[in-house]
Antibody
Framework: EIQLLESGGGLVQPGGSLRLSCAAS????????LSWVRQAPGKGLEWVSG????????YYADSVKGRFTVSRDNSKNTLDLQMNSLRVEDTAVYYC?????????????????WGKGTTVTVSS | QSVLTQPPSASGTPGQRVTISCSGS????????VYWYQQLPGTAPKLLIY???QRPSGVPDRFSGSKSGTSASLAISGLRSEDETDYYC???????????FGGGTKLTVL
């Protein structure tokens, strides 16, 4: 069974840092792109960041660029999100999602497996 | 303000057909596949439609998607009470070099 399990959420003060992790199982991790998607309380979905499979290229939403860093460890089947300079508006449930990849391309909009999410609260 | 524009709400009666629109631009919907997600309260989103109009295994054929130019639509026929939840469109945006979501549509079954 394909599974994604997020961890690392919690309460942090504005300006602080937090590192989220996503442990993957049940599929060939290195062959797939992955994304972080967040949802603020009572709000819609927001794509935060993604990392490709082959080249490890990284992508970020403008709202987190320069503050968040996504990385993957194919030897451990894990995806991380290092979040620095956190703001109150970063408060959200953060989901890890697997992107569909064909033989020649990965499609970040095509998120076919999702984790249950981990909650990040930024508050003083 | 989302890059993709969806109506905040939609409604229909049981058995009826409803559509939810998703409007974008030439840098996103105009050049890339559109995806639709269904999110039940307190749960992670679930992929409902991929590549504009394809259904993953297990998704009823009551759900269908279409795309024309820079807009897309999700249609739900034979509306059922369990369809009452939130729906999101998504795609890749070439200008932003990132995936983007619509603001979401809350569907009410009257």
């Amino acid at each position: 069974e394909i599974q994604l399990l997020e961890s690392g959420g919690g309460l942090v003060q504005p300006g602080g840092s937090l590192r989220l992790s996503c442990a993957a199982s049940g599929f060939s991790f290195s062959n797939y792109a992955l994304s972080w998607v967040r949802q603020a309380p009572g709000k819609g979905l927001e794509w935060v960041s993604g990392v490709s499979s082959a080249t490890g290229s990284t992508y970020y939403a403008d709202s987190v660029k320069g503050r968040f860093t996504v990385s993957r460890d194919n030897s451990k089947n894990t995806l991380d999100l290092q979040m620095n300079s956190l703001r109150v508006e970063d408060t959200a449930v953060y989901y890890c999602a697997k992107a569909y990849c064909s033989s020649d391309s990965c499609y970040f909009g095509h998120m076919d497996v999702w984790g249950k999410g981990t909650t990040v609260t930024v508050s003083s | 303000q989302s890059v993709l524009t969806q109506p905040p709400s939609a409604s229909g009666t049981p058995g009826q057909r409803v559509t939810i629109s998703c409007s974008g631009s030439s840098s996103n919907i105009g050049k890339n596949y559109v995806y639709w997600y269904q999110q039940l309260p307190g749960t992670a989103p679930k992929l409902l439609i991929y590549r504009n109009n394809q259904r993953p295994s297990g998704v009823p054929d009551r759900f269908s998607g279409s795309k024309s130019g820079t807009s897309a639509s999700l249609a739900i026929s034979g509306l059922r009470s369990e369809d009452e939840t939130d729906y999101y469109c998504a795609t890749w945006d070439d200008s932003l070099s990132g995936a983007v979501f619509g603001g979401g549509t809350k569907l009410t079954v009257l």
